[in-house]
């Protein structure tokens, strides 16, 4: 009896909403209930799916260039000198998947001899066995050849690094960075030059990157940076991201006081905490889009309520019950919203595939630090995005459907 009760509410709502030639007035809002609550979904879809993209591919291109978990010396003067004896105690933490130490410093850098232009860099000394996710795939040359030992040592840069150097595959770049030479005046400081052969150029599609950083072999970074046999960094790499606060933990009570964990999280805290605070902006924003097409429907269906008084009085008189009559406005409010979502939704990923696809925003990468605005619409934003727009609508149906209810059928046909 409850299927045939509810099929029996679920034809009246249907019919209701099919609009006779009388009740124009009330057809022009429904297909504006409906494209309002469309409206609203597809937004809040695109603009979450842009704070995504931006999100994971900034992730992406920082985390591929430095690590989950980085172990640094709380006195930059002194460095890492027993990363060897940590090493091994560092790979027994769980959810460490490799461990590396790593050199860093800034440097200048210049193209051939007699070249104007000069470039501040960020030079990473890497271990050649564990190359960093951003250099495995490059977009010209080979990691490899940081290993070949003949002639000049190998660096690999940034696409944007070699292209404001003027460096070439295979060119000679100048490295130049300040050393401290004890003389007999005391520490003095000079630049000394270095020369690399440029035997890779990647491109990550960050500006700041790309812009930025060069990688060469841990021995070369030792010898340009004067640090001896030791290191500044370790670097931590793990199966599972968003377990570094433990892992940094656990690495730090292995390390020992004079070296601190930092993680992911915490080293780009501000970017992710802007990225964070604008996606809670968006979904707020945008959701007034909805609460917008929840009074459509709201005043949709408050006026066919007082359309279908006498339908509603011959109803109850058949015996019709008044939950009943309540369900099928309630039903009638469901049905505009489910189907506004079911448009937004597939506008809303349709476009956002498309605009990621071909790249249909192009942004300055000097300014924004990437080529195009990202697109990365995920599943489960949709569900909850759904969600909510559906329980919009049947909050706005509450009133009307209770409203319908307490129509008296007596009085309603009284005149009839």
Known sequence: MSTIASTFELFIAMRYLRAKRKQTVISVITVISVIGVAAGVMALVIGIAINNGFRSTLQR???????????????????ISNWAELDPQLQTIPHVVSVSPVLYGKVVMTGAPGASQVEGAE??????????????????????????????????????????????????????????????MGLHWSLVPYQFRVVGIFESGFEAVDSFWAFTA???????????????????????????????????????????AKTWMEQFQQILGALNT?????????GLIQLVAALNILITLIMMVVEKNRDIAVLMSMGAKRQQIRKIFVLEGLLIGVVGTVVGLILGYSLSFLADHYHWLRLNAEVYSLPYVPFNAR?????????????????????????????????ALRYE
């Open 61 to 79: 291109s920082l985390l591929g260039a430095t690590a989950h978990v980085m172990l640094l010396e709380k006195d930059p003067s002194q460095g």
């Open 123 to 184: 030079l990473k000394g890497v271990p050649l066995d564990a190359p960093p996710d951003i250099l495995r795939h490059l977009k010209e040359g080979s990691f490899k050849e940081l290993k070949n030992t003949t002639g000049l040592p190998g660096i690999i840069l940034g696409s944007n690094l070699a292209q404001k150097t003027g460096m070439l595959l295979h060119g000679v770049v100048n490295v130049v960075s300040p050393q401290a030479i004890l003389t007999p």
């Open 218 to 260: 841990l021995s070369s970074a030792e010898q340009i940076l004067n640090e001896g046999k030791l290191v500044n960094t370790i670097e931590l790499r793990l199966d599972d991201i968003y377990q570094a606060q433990q892992v940094a933990e656990a690495a730090e009570r292995i390390a020992g006081p004079k070296i601190a």
């Open 278 to 286: 604008e996606k809670v902006v968006t979904a707020l924003t945008i």
């Open 379 to 411: 599943w489960q934003d949709g569900i909850w995005i759904a969600a909510t727009a559906i329980f919009i609508s049947f909050i706005a149906t509450l009133y009307p459907a209770r409203s319908a209810t307490r129509i008296a059928p007596v009085e």
